[in-house]
Each structure stands twice: as C-alpha cells, then as structure tokens.
C-alpha cells in the first residue's frame, strides 16, 4: 500500500469519503472521521468565505477531543477540497487557511497549480488530485500533486466514460504512488475490489448524501433511496462539464433527460452552475450510479458499518475460493 504513514492505522475501512458540492459539511465530515473514513468537504461549500475558518476551528476540535476521548480509535484525517479553475476567485485566501490549520490532505479538482501542492507540501500536507485520464494524471504528478484520484465511468458529478479497469491499469503502468479510485462504489464489495485493481483507496461520495448528517434535502435523499443507475443521466449542461446527475431533478427542473444540449465549455462555471436557469448541485442533483445499494437514510456510522460489513465477507469470499 502506497500511503503516507499518517494514513496508516487510522482507517476503519480503505475508503475516503469524496466532497460533494453544498452537500458535505462539517457534520458530515466529523461523522466519517469518526467512523473511521476520510472525510472531506469543498471549501467552497463555507459560505460566506469568512465560515470556512469556522469549519476549520470546529472539524479540527471535534476531531482532536474525539482522539483524546479515545486513543486506541483514533479519528480519520479529513480532507478539504479546492476548485483549481479562474471562476474561483477564493482560491488563494482558502488555501491560507488551509495552511495555518494544517489540513492533512487538500483535494485538487478542475485544473492543478504547482503552487496550491506547494503550499500545502509547506506544513507536510498531502495532496490528491482527481483526474478523468492518463493525460490529466501526467499533468498532475508534474505539477507536484503527491497521488491521484481516478475519477471513472459511473461517478458522480464530475466524470470519466472510462472504466475502472482501463483507467487503473493504465496509471498504475507508470505510476506507484497513493491511487483512489471513484465511480459507482456503493458497497464493501466494490471498495475490495478497487484494491484489486490496484488501487490504495476507495473514493465514495454518492451513498453519503442519504445521511441524516448531509445537507440535502430529504426530496434529494429520498431520491437517492428510490432510486438507481439507470435514472442517472451524463452530460455537460449545467456546468459546461460532463457529469453525472439524476434523472428526476432534471425532469423537476422542466427539462427532457433524453433531449438536454450541449453546453459550451469554454463558458464553465463551477460556482454558478453553469448557464442554464436550473442550478447544479442545488436543483439538478449529482450523483453516482451506485446508489442502488442505498435503501434508507440513515447516520453515517449505519453506512460505513455496512461497507465495513461487506468487506469483509467480500474479502472471506475470496480466500475461501
């Protein structure tokens, strides 16, 4: 396993918990570091700009009286993402904060800057950048981005038409640091079998939202619930990227899944949601094409207990073979 020795013995489960645009939040994140799991958040989900050093103060606390409260379970590191693309104008004020509360891992997304992996190599930080191709992936590792995050075929949001097989393989070729995988991993199975691959983690984002720790709504959690891989729908309209969403937020928003246009993605705009009058994120829904496996909300400890569960039994299943 090519992870850094913080990593090491922390973990319940080889898994990080993905950041979800306004849906993850310092409930969520403490919630999945305690259960033993990565936790993470975008930092632009704090709003206004001010709340991130907020989140930092309180994730930081809880964490930390959680590890004194038990030493011999100590919490998972979290995570903070930065959007590295021009329509993030909060980019360099985010990353002082992340610095002086020494964030263990930053999670680079839409584009890579030697000097966001600079700063946070400056405290002993750890970056991770997320990348839909082996192309992305080389651009990454010159920049400085310490490992990758293999954003395959079946994630939410954001990503790849590749699948995980093709894509892993073909990083691992050239590439023998920390390796996450994303895409469609909804179980303790899946999670096993990113490691198989060849993979040192799995990335999970899509089951988290139906949590009563989340901020979503409970129509957006009931949705993940009732639904499955066939109501989610890949395209670029609403961010000017490719991207997963479901299928009945788009219907909500009085669009047609099966006619939606192309938008232009020279005019990307993460924060804004794009161009058209429904917004991502907050009235389109991302989402992966592994909530099959999700059948109530409950509490986030429920959900990595069962991955954990599985796991294991995935793993029993194997050695028995």
Excluded at 233 to 242: E, Q, R, S
């Amino acid at each position: 396993m090519s992870l850094p020795a913080f990593l090491q013995g922390r973990l319940s489960l080889p898994a990080v918990a993905s950041p979800m645009f306004i849906v993850s939040n310092p409930d969520l994140v403490i919630a999945q570091c305690k259960a033993g799991i990565v936790g993470s958040f975008p930092a632009l989900n704090a709003r206004p700009a001010p709340a991130l050093e907020e989140w930092l103060q309180r994730i930081t606390a809880e964490l930390a009286a959680h590890d004194a409260a038990n030493p011999g379970r100590p919490a998972a590191p979290f995570a903070v993402n930065q959007i590295v693309h021009k329509s993030n104008d909060r980019l360099e004020q985010d990353m002082e904060l992340c610095v002086k509360y020494k964030v263990p891992i930053i999670i680079t997304s839409l584009g890579a800057r030697e000097d966001v992996n600079q700063a946070a190599h400056s405290y002993g930080g750890l970056v991770l950048h997320d990348i839909i191709n082996n192309r992305f992936a080389h651009k990454a590792i010159e920049k400085g981005a310490d490992g990758l995050i293999a954003v395959a075929a079946g994630a939410g949001g954001h990503a790849s038409t590749l699948s995980p097989f093709a894509l892993i393989q073909e990083l691992r070729e050239w590439f023998d640091g920390p390796l996450l995988l994303s895409g469609a991993i909804g179980t303790g199975g899946a999670v096993l079998a990113a490691l198989a691959m060849g993979a040192d983690l799995a990335y999970i984002g899509s089951i988290f939202i139906a949590t009563t720790e989340a901020n979503a709504s409970p129509a957006y959690k009931d949705c993940i619930v009732g639904h499955g891989a066939e109501d989610i729908v890949y395209t670029n309209l609403f961010t000017g990227v490719l991207g997963n969403y479901l299928r009945p937020s788009i219907v909500a928003a009085g669009l047609d899944p099966d006619k939606l246009p192309t938008a232009d993605p020279s005019k990307m705009n993460f924060q804004s949601g794009g161009s058209s009058a429904a917004k991502a994120w907050r009235d389109i829904w991302g989402c992966g094409q592994g909530i099959g496996a999700v059948k109530a909300v409950v509490p986030v400890a429920e959900v990595v207990a069962r991955l954990r569960r599985e796991y294991a039994e995935a793993r029993a299943r194997v050695l028995a073979a």
